[in-house]
């Protein structure tokens, strides 16, 4: 049973571009909203992140969008370049409990196109 | 370079044969989760250790056990191996503080094909 379901699957984006990759949870327990970016051959690396007492976190050119009614929550990549072509990866985990594992989504295949 | 090092870097062997997949942590993190990737199953959390104790279980098969040394490094073993356990199989670590700024760094994996 996915726990964070992600979409899309992949996306094509011109450069200069709004990249937009959205996710879904339903554990209401989820206290800690990471992403993650992953080029091949390479483990994933965190992006930014969000606890559910704000609605929105910017860093540089990425943001991440939270609504917390919605159980949704998505990354907006502002001016893509062709060095964000990778995989993103949504993920939710428990950080209350200490058991900080990590529950992610299924991936997004970001390609921006020069 | 997230600090964390995982060795080998690959690793093919034969169906029924057991591995051991082994991570050293970034200095200072007390944490050690692992982690599957597969096509089919996606990233998976296996089980993560917590100063040499376990504190988290995951979707970690009966086959597959972990343990976490004094010297806080992990080691994953995987036994019986049949086709389905080829992927790769991350180690990220962490301060292991609970309660909230918890960030996990991951290794480069290990990719494990089973023939």
């Known amino acids: 049973q996915q726990q964070v379901k992600q979409s899309p699957q992949s996306l094509i984006v011109q450069k200069g571009g709004i990249s937009i990759i959205n996710c879904a949870y339903e554990?209401?327990?989820?206290?800690?909203f990471p992403w993650y970016q992953q080029f091949p051959g390479k483990g994933p690396a965190l992006l930014i992140a969000?606890?559910?007492?704000?609605s929105e976190k910017k860093e540089g050119r990425f943001t991440i969008s939270f609504n917390k009614s919605a159980k949704q929550f998505s990354l907006h990549i502002m001016d893509s370049q062709p060095g964000d072509s990778a995989t993103y990866f949504c993920a939710a985990s428990i950080e209350a409990t200490g058991a900080n594992n990590l529950f992610f989504g299924t991936g997004t295949r970001l390609t921006v196109i020069p | 370079d997230s600090g964390v090092t995982q060795t080998p870097k690959h690793l093919i062997t034969a169906t029924g044969q057991r591995v051991t997949l082994r991570c050293s942590p970034r200095s200072g993190d007390l944490s050690v989760y692992w982690y599957q990737q597969s096509l089919d199953q996606g990233l998976q959390f296996l089980i993560q250790y917590y100063n040499g104790e376990e504190r988290a279980k995951g979707n970690i098969l009966e086959r597959f056990s972990a343990q976490q040394f004094p010297d806080l490094h992990s080691e994953l073993n995987l036994s019986s191996l049949e086709l389905g356990d080829s992927a790769l199989y991350f180690c990220?670590?962490?301060?292991?503080?609970?309660?909230?700024?918890?960030?996990?760094?991951f290794g480069p994996g290990t990719r494990l094909t089973v023939l």
């Open positions: 990220a670590s962490s301060v292991g503080t609970s309660g909230g700024r918890d960030t996990q760094y």
């Open positions: 969000i606890r559910p007492d704000v």
């Open positions: 554990n209401t327990a989820f206290d800690y």
